[in-house]
DNA sequence: GTAGACCTTCCAGCATACTGGAGGGTCAAG
DNA sequence: CTTGACCCTCCAGTATGCTGGAAGGTCTAC
């Protein structure tokens, strides 16, 4: 009884990466080593898939590979954590909640300058020109 | 009646960023072009704090230097925007909302890892040996 | 008038996180 | 038994966002 087992394209489609970013994840100690086929075919489990979404969470809340694996290397042991493991999680924590409150005000700052645009009227520009206020 | 007037410097340490950095965000547009000395040097008004605050927000909120300044570019303007401007804006605000979704899920999952965690016995580890779980 | 802390430009290099391509093996379908 | 879609490794290159250093000018303070 073991659960499903896919190649590394259907774990690419599945995750929304590349399969070449799911061999860098693996090289930089994101995912463990799978298991091979006797032709050296890469052979994930359904649980791959969940670490991959955490990896792209954490990235988006601003953590680096480097953090997210180490994370990931506390969750894996299961074991009891001394204090530096412990105070390592408490650090990625603050670190994502300080990141959340940044992400409030711009969110805030954003949603102010929509409102003021729309107060505006709209000018004309033809889908073919670009914009002033969005030139390079 | 003008403003307070800084140098390059006072900005940095005033904004937490290096006077590098706020030479190259005027590189990228972040930053509009200073008033400067007879002898050169970049003038900042106090306003100049609160764009750099922007940029660094909107950063950690996960959107590219280009996209920021595009951003700021359009704030500037202060006039009617075209459709292409609004939309870019909306975009810019979507790409913040869906990140603070991620956020909230990482949050979590930390928040639960370290409370797993914590309901271990500490193990031992001594301050000068790497725990087994930071390892490189 | 010179030391020291500023400032200037320019150009090269670095860390992070991929991305592309060469060169080649595997495997099911026809 | 070959075509095509996969997979493999290895190595080089790219984009983003800085960062360092050279080479030199400025400015206050003694």
Do not use: W
Request: hydrophobic share 40%; charged share 25%; aromatic share 4%.
């Amino acid at each position: 009884m073991e659960g499903i087992q896919v190649l590394i394209g259907e774990l690419a489609t599945a995750t929304g990466v590349t399969a070449k970013t799911l061999r860098f994840y693996e090289q930089q100690h994101l995912l463990p080593p799978p298991e091979r086929t006797a032709s050296g075919y890469r052979v994930y489990r359904a649980e791959a898939i969940g670490r991959v979404a955490f990896v792209k969470g954490a990235q988006a809340a601003g953590l680096t590979l480097r953090q997210i694996a180490e994370v990931l290397a506390v969750r894996d042991t299961g074991q009891a954590p001394c204090e530096h493991v412990s105070r390592h999680v408490n650090d990625r924590l603050a670190d994502v909640e300080e990141r959340l409150r940044d992400l409030l005000t711009t969110r805030r700052q954003l949603v102010e300058l929509r409102d003021r645009l729309s107060a505006l009227n709209r000018s004309d520009c033809t889908s073919d020109t670009i914009c002033r206020a969005l030139q390079p």
